[in-house]
């Protein structure tokens, strides 16, 4: 006899706005997904486990990081559950499960505790201003000195620990021991999706959205490459310059236009926007935007007479490398990638075991 588990479906409600509990199990999402195939049932059996509260088969499952939540299973659903909501929501739970320092979980559901670590994380770069007695060389310097001692620490303490719990549950866990030429010989696939999100095309009519999120990742890297490795703000080089301005207007008007989505609600994808999705495009515009004005401000002679402008960046960017990177929607990039990985891993060891 099955038990349904009422205390994870409460527990799900917390991730997001969705009543996946109008659904009769239909069939309508599988129907109309371009995903769903002989192997990968999108979204019906993620709705299914989720009604019964069956968090083990959820947790071992790579499914709902392999859907790019195009909405056509929300938009077609007779019932009004929202199945592709009920994906986004699985995946910034599962996120939380991932995270072994809790805080993903935390700042997921309570918008009080993303404002307080805002806060204080603005909190600890004013102070440190104070510190060095809002000298500006020394504080961009340490800006410059944060940024690359973030990406390492940030990756290697906490982003790393959790993927390799995710490999854990999703791969080990559910019994493939696949050998290591395996993980060499997918290893391509892992690089292509993390740079491309290609599965994205597989979705119907969603050629725009993909682009927009290519030009946005390689808008991003470029943003990261030059302002941490070039160290944009005090270069004199005019081609580098020119370089970072253009970048920062890519990522300008591709989160512009993420942010007017979210507040016209035209989409499926756009209808239900969490705390975390807000945080995640409204900070990446703001970083590519006050990343522009610094430069502008010191290429004009400004910047000297004008240092809370780059205290505002710095915080904005500490917020981002702190707060958004390792415990918000930006971890979706990164999980998905891994899953598609991980994926490949699972059909290539299948293969093998079969022949």
């Not at 996120?95 to 600890?124: H, M, P, R």
């Not at 991003?220 to 302002?227: A, G, P, Q």
Request: charged share 15%; glycine share 4%; hydrophobic share 50%.
């Amino acid at each position: 006899m099955a038990f349904i588990n009422s205390e994870l479906t409460e527990e799900l409600k917390k991730f997001g706005i969705f009543d996946f509990s109008a659904c009769y199990n239909c069939g309508n999402c599988t129907a109309v997904c371009s995903l769903t195939s002989e192997d990968e049932s999108f979204p019906r059996n993620m709705l299914r486990y989720s009604m019964l509260g069956l968090k083990d088969e959820i947790t071992v499952s790579l499914k709902p990081w392999l859907c790019y939540y195009c909405g056509d299973c929300s938009t077609y659903c007779p019932q009004k559950a929202y199945p592709g909501e009920l994906m986004m929501t699985l995946r910034r739970w599962l996120t939380s499960k991932y995270d072994w320092t809790g805080l993903s979980g935390l700042l997921y559901k309570s918008v009080a505790w993303n404002v307080f670590a805002f806060l204080l994380v603005a909190a600890g770069v004013i102070a440190y201003a104070v510190c060095q007695n809002f000298s500006l060389e020394a504080i961009m310097h340490a800006g410059h000195v944060f940024e690359m001692l973030a990406i390492a620490g940030v990756f290697t303490l906490i982003l790393l620990p959790n993927i390799i719990r995710m490999w854990y549950v999703t791969t080990i866990r559910a019994g493939i021991h696949a050998p290591s030429k395996v993980y060499l010989r997918q290893l391509s696939e892992l690089f292509v999706h993390m740079f491309t999100q290609k599965r994205t095309l597989s979705c119907d009519d969603h050629k725009l959205r993909w682009f927009e999120h290519l030009i946005l990742v390689i808008g991003y890297l470029s943003l990261l490459f030059i302002t941490v490795f070039l160290n944009w703000f005090e270069t004199g080089s005019v081609l580098i310059n020119l370089f970072g301005y253009s970048v920062s207007a890519v990522v300008f008007i591709v989160t512009f236009h993420f942010v007017l989505e979210r507040i016209r609600k035209t989409k499926e994808i756009s209808m239900f926007s969490r705390s975390s999705d807000w945080f995640f495009v409204i900070w990446l515009f703001l970083m590519g935007f006050s990343a522009f004005l610094v430069r502008l401000f010191i290429d004009l002679n400004l910047l000297e007479q004008n240092l809370w402008l780059y205290l505002v960046h710095l915080i904005i960017l500490a917020q981002w490398a702190l707060l958004i990177v390792p415990f918000g929607k930006w971890t979706h990039f990164l999980y998905r990638s891994f899953a598609m990985y991980f994926q490949r891993i699972i059909e290539d060891h299948s293969n093998l075991s079969k022949k």
